[in-house]
């Protein structure tokens, strides 16, 4: 399979790939090409035929249509897993819809993938059957103990199996940064399965947050997108350094991007 970035790693969006209507209601021309893409791979997810091809195809058409509406993105240092043997657990901030759908094309040239999920993604009318392709590993959100429970297991298996695992540790898509707010959980998967983390930043806040349906949301094509990926982060002892490690590398790639952090002086420790 072949990646959309160079071979240092790099992709920005080529100048004049966006369509002048589009510019002016991004909106309104984006979504629904985004919904046929939709509707076509949940189609053939219910065939069983959405494989690793189909979730890298479907990622990345999807994310390649908001340049059409005028959206600029940026990607950078995802040839750090050229590398790196085995899988990782990749650990991401969460700011929007686009990280979902823009990770897997990205990450699956490189390492097969899945996603922890709530739920509520999964049970999702058309959506589920692609999601579901890609057995992901779900949680109920409801009982942090229990979720625990189900990530360090079915976690640990799907790394066992050399199947890496992406991590929101922030308990929903916010458009602020708080390290307070972002759990310890990447890091114990990765302690568990004695694998390495990779720190992924994004800026996404191109694509908003819905008020009535979280993933319907305006799309601002004025607001870059970014995605950088880390070095591979061995851990070591309790996973208090790389935790801290991890958080020190998205805020300044977001600093660097310039946008708005909650700077508190110490992140939450392993337990």
């Known amino acids: 399979m072949q990646t959309i970035t160079d071979e240092h790693g790099y992709y920005h969006t080529p100048p004049h790939r966006a369509f002048f209507l ?79 759908i823009a990770l897997p094309g990205l990450i699956q040239p490189y390492k ?27 949680v109920d959100r409801q009982n942090p103990r229990e979720d625990l ?27 602020i940064f708080d390290p307070d707010q972002f759990n310890t959980i990447g890091i114990k998967l990765a302690k568990r399965a004695n694998v390495p983390v990779v720190p992924v930043a994004v800026r996404t806040d191109a694509w908003g947050i819905g008020a009535i349906i979280k993933e319907l ?14 070095e591979p982060i061995s851990i070591h002892g309790r996973g208090a350094d790389e935790h801290k490690q991890v958080i020190e590398f998205i805020q300044e790639k977001l600093q660097s991007w310039q946008y708005p952090l909650v700077d508190h002086a110490l992140p939450q420790t392993p337990s």
């Open 22 to 100: 589009a510019r002016w209601f991004p909106s309104l021309f984006y979504y629904p090409r985004f919904i046929a893409y939709i509707l076509k791979y949940s189609r053939l997810a219910k065939q069983g035929k959405f494989g690793d091809a189909e979730w890298q195809q479907s990622s990345q058409a999807s994310m390649l249509a908001l340049e059409t509406v005028g959206v600029e993105i940026e990607i950078t240092g995802i040839n750090s897993l050229t590398h790196l043997q085995g899988p990782c657990v990749f650990i991401v901030n969460h700011m929007s819809t686009l990280e979902t």
């Open 112 to 138: 097969d993938c899945t996603f922890i999920l709530k739920r509520g993604m999964v049970e999702y009318p058309v959506f589920k059957h692609i999601m579901i392709a890609r057995n992901p590993i779900v």
């Open 149 to 175: 429970k189900v990530v360090l297991e079915e976690g640990s298996e799907a790394l066992a199996h050399g199947r890496s695992v992406i991590v929101f540790p922030q308990t929903t898509r916010t458009l």
């Open 217 to 230: 949301a305006r799309i601002d094509p004025s607001k870059k997108v970014h995605i950088a990926f880390g």
